[in-house]
């Protein structure tokens, strides 16, 4: 695919509330100490479940940022939707409130999840299957409804371009910024906010994949727990939050003199068409997705620095992943860096997209690469550089991010070091 003749995109803003930090300056550094997130549940009483532990966000209170009245109409899911963006438009340097009606029109949002409104869901069947339906809140349907969040986001600051939702489970916040560029790079919006956004660590949640048998059930250790390519690695670990990124067209940004951090090259999307839940053995569809970012990208393997994996720590995911990356880029696969900061922040699922990528635009920022923390046992089929325990400092002009979702779905985006 001809990268000729398409409007550049360019990141010139970040957004994250994570469970390791609830800002992206201490989200960061978090990161830099290969600090997890991982504790007991608090939010219910865990002891029915195997998995009793999570990555809850850590001393967030939604009234430091929204009206009392405000939040307590929304789910969680949004408030946090609502954080990051916020914070993604301040560290772009947009005041909204001094936008000029054109501008609006051409500043838009595309915001997702993965299961959106699930905790505003489980208390009002609650109350349905106790109390009636007279007793239903009737915010419940605009408290669930994952198209809310980027609603939310364009009323708070009056953003009047396109807006809809995302969702494709834990490939949506990859997709999310995909959308948001190609708005842009047709030409239908200057200025997007993109991202995703996840507050599912409810007991219906938690228990659904539970029974799965797709989470860790290390009690004993839950911040040992997420150990991606570890040989011990028995599942991933929950996890919430948002990540949100300002993407805009670059000569918009010139011109008001926006900070860039990176340009947005390149992306690819693919399905697995194999199974519901499991990833395709080989790798197949990630591979595809992969393959498909460097070609819209025109960048060639051996120029990727590093590469944000999906790495859930799960035993088939973790293989099948490493197995798409090499057949991609061959024996480059062990000269670049590799990593996946759900060591850390446990999997955000419609969030970790987002929040992936704002890490990996941080890496070609700092020129540092995110260590994978919790490694102990090596794993003969997953045998490449995936930054074990510590950061790496070294030159990243060029970051991939992969996420993969249940359903097949595969993403992959390509961040590269500016350039004029």
């Not at 010139?12 to 550094?29: H, K, M, Q, R, Y």
């Not at 007991?40 to 009392?68: H, M, N, V």
């Not at 936008?99 to 609006?104: K, N, P």
């Not at 599912?200 to 009690?219: K, P």
Request: with cysteine; charged share 25%; hydrophobic share 40%.
């Amino acid at each position: 695919m001809s990268t000729e003749n398409r409007r550049r995109v360019v990141v010139t803003g970040l957004g994250a509330l994570t469970p390791i930090g609830n800002s992206v300056p201490d989200f960061w550094d978090a990161m830099m100490r290969g600090e997890s997130g991982a504790a007991p549940i608090t939010y219910f009483d865990p002891s029915r479940l195997r998995c009793q532990f999570a990555c809850e966000l850590k001393g967030f209170d939604a009234t430091d940022y929204l009206d009392r009245k405000e939040a307590r109409r929304m789910d969680a899911f949004s408030q946090y939707s609502l954080v990051a963006a916020g914070e993604a438009l301040r560290d772009a340097g947009i005041d909204t409130g001094d936008m000029s009606d054109r501008e609006r029109e051409r500043t838009g949002v595309v915001f997702g999840s993965g299961i959106g409104g699930i905790g505003t869901l489980a208390e009002e069947f609650k109350a349905f299957h106790e109390r009636g339906p007279r007793r239903l809140s009737p915010f419940l349907v605009p408290a669930m409804i994952i198209d809310i969040a980027p609603g939310h986001v364009s009323i708070q600051h009056d953003l009047r371009g396109p807006n809809h939702a995302v969702i494709s489970a834990c490939a949506t916040g990859n997709n999310a910024i995909v959308d948001a560029a190609l708005l842009i790079e047709r030409g239908l919006a200057d200025t997007m906010v993109a991202g995703g956004s996840e507050a599912g660590i409810v007991e219906i949640t938690v228990g659904g994949f539970d029974n799965m048998r797709a989470l860790s059930t290390r009690n004993d250790s839950p911040e040992t727990a997420s150990r991606p390519f570890d040989a011990d690695r028995d599942g991933f670990v929950m996890g919430e939050g948002a990540g949100a990124l300002v993407l805009e067209e670059y000569e918009h940004a010139k011109a008001r003199g926006a900070t860039i951090y990176a340009e947005v090259v390149g992306y690819g999307m693919s399905a697995d068409a194999y199974h519901v839940s499991a990833p395709h053995p080989e790798g197949r569809g990630a591979a595809r997705a992969m393959r498909m970012a460097l070609e819209t990208s025109g960048l060639k393997p051996e120029d990727v620095d590093y590469l944000n994996m999906h790495g859930t720590s799960t035993p088939l995911g973790d293989a099948a992943e490493t197995r798409g990356i090499k057949e991609v880029f061959g024996e480059h696969a062990y000269d670049m860096n590799l990593s996946s900061t759900k060591s850390m922040t446990g999997h955000l699922l419609g969030a970790a997209g987002a929040i992936e990528a704002v890490a990996s635009v941080l890496a070609v920022k700092h020129n540092k690469v995110p260590p994978t923390i919790n490694f102990e046992t090596p794993d003969p089929e997953c045998d490449l550089n995936y930054t074990f325990n510590e950061p790496q400092e070294r030159e990243v002009k060029v970051a991939l991010s992969n996420a993969f979702g249940f359903g097949g779905h595969n993403t992959c985006v390509v961040f590269k070091e500016m350039e004029d």
